[in-house]
C-alpha cells in the first residue's frame, strides 16, 4: 500500500469514529443546508435490503458505528389508583416489557423514540381510570453485547425535540453520534437495525445486523414526518438516517438526522427539529481490532467508502 494511501486511511479512520474530535458539547443553532429546486423525496439506492455477504463498504461502515446504537428495554407496571398497589404480572416483577432501538450522542446522552417512554402503547394497553402504567426498570445493551445492562432513566428528565416522537435523556456513560437539525437538500445513509429473530421476553440476546442504504432527503421546514422504503424491514426495530459532514480536512462527523419509526403500521422518517445541534467533546481514537481490519485488504473498500458519501 503506498505511504499516501496509508495516511488517507489513518487520517479518515480518525475522523469517522462515533463522534468529533473537536467540536464541543451544545445546544445551539442548527446549521442549514442550502435548499435546491427538488421534488420532495427520498431516494433509496438500488442496494437490496438483505444482502448474501456484507460488502467491505458494510463490513467497514458498521466497525466504526456499531457502538453507537443501542437496545432499550423498558419493563412497566400497573398502578391502582384506587387501591394505591403495583400490579404485576405473576411470576415476574412488571406487567409488560417493550424493546426498542436508541442511540448515544454527545457526550453522555441517548436518543430514542416515544415508544421507549410509552412502552404500553405497543401491548396495546387499553385505557383505564383505575390502573396507570409506569415505567419500571430501564435497561440497555449493545448491539454485540448479550447481556441488557440497568440504566438510570428519568422519563421525567426527557427532553422532547420532536412533538412526542423523538426524545433525548441523560444516562449514557458513553460518548455518541453528533445530532444536528438540518434543512433542504440533504444526502446521507439510512441505517436499520434488523435482528436476527424478534427480541422476546426470555430470549433477547440475539445478534443485530446494521444494513445500510444511501439516501437523499429533502428537509422542508416546519414538515417533521417523511415517508420512507420499508420494504424487507419489518422485522427492524427502527433506524437512523445519517448525513456525513466533513468538520475539517480528513474527518468526517456523522450526524443523526432522523430517526426511523413506525407510525399507523408505516416507516416514517421523524427529522430532528431544526435548530437542534448536539455534539461530543470527546476525541476516540480507533481500536487496534478496527484498525487492523483496515489495514488488512480495505484499501478498496476505503475507496469505495470515500466515493459513496462524496468526498
Given amino acids: 500500500m503506498k505511504k499516501n494511501r496509508l495516511l488517507v486511511i489513518l487520517f479518515l479512520f480518525a475522523g469517522i469514529s462515533s463522534v468529533s474530535l ?60 384506587d387501591e394505591g398497589y403495583i400490579k404485576m404480572t405473576e411470576g415476574k416483577d412488571y406487567w409488560g416489557r417493550s424493546y426498542s432501538l436508541g442511540a448515544r450522542i454527545g457526550d453522555s446522552e441517548f436518543i430514542f423514540a416515544g415508544d421507549a417512554l410509552r412502552p404500553w402503547i405497543k401491548d396495546g394497553l387499553a385505557k383505564s381510570s383505575r390502573f396507570v402504567p409506569a415505567l419500571s426498570q430501564s435497561a440497555v445493551r449493545s448491539l454485540e453485547g448479550l447481556e441488557f ?122 427529522t430532528v427539529a431544526d435548530g437542534t445541534e448536539m455534539k461530543s467533546s470527546a476525541a476516540l481514537a480507533p481500536s487496534g481490532d478496527t484498525l487492523a481490519l483496515i489495514m488488512d485488504g480495505m484499501e478498496s473498500g476505503m475507496e469505495e467508502f470515500i466515493n459513496e458519501i462524496g468526498l
Fill in 22 to 81: 473537536t467540536a464541543q458539547s451544545s445546544r445551539q443553532k442548527g446549521r442549514k443546508v442550502d435548499s435546491k429546486p427538488a421534488i420532495e423525496s427520498i431516494e433509496s439506492a438500488a442496494k437490496p435490503a438483505q444482502q448474501e455477504a456484507e460488502s467491505e463498504f458494510d463490513i467497514f461502515f458498521s466497525s466504526i458505528l456499531k457502538n453507537a446504537f443501542v437496545i432499550f428495554r423498558q419493563d412497566y407496571h400497573l398502578v391502582d389508583e
Fill in 149 to 270: 445492562e440497568p440504566v438510570e432513566f428519568d422519563p421525567d428528565g426527557a427532553t422532547e425535540i420532536r412533538e412526542k416522537r423523538l426524545y433525548t435523556a441523560s444516562g449514557s456513560e458513553e460518548p455518541g453520534l453528533s445530532v444536528v437539525g438540518m434543512l433542504g437538500r440533504t444526502n446521507g445513509y439510512s441505517v436499520w437495525a434488523v435482528p436476527e429473530r424478534p427480541l422476546i421476553d426470555g430470549d433477547d440476546s440475539g445478534s443485530i445486523q446494521l444494513i445500510f442504504e444511501p439516501m437523499a432527503l429533502n428537509v422542508i421546514d416546519g414538515k417533521s414526518l417523511y415517508d420512507c422504503n420499508y420494504e424487507g424491514k419489518e422485522e427492524a426495530l427502527g433506524g437512523f438516517y445519517l448525513v456525513p459532514v466533513k468538520s475539517r480536512p480528513g474527518a468526517v462527523d456523522f450526524c443523526i438526522v432522523g430517526m426511523m419509526q413506525k407510525i399507523g403500521g408505516l416507516w416514517k422518517i421523524v
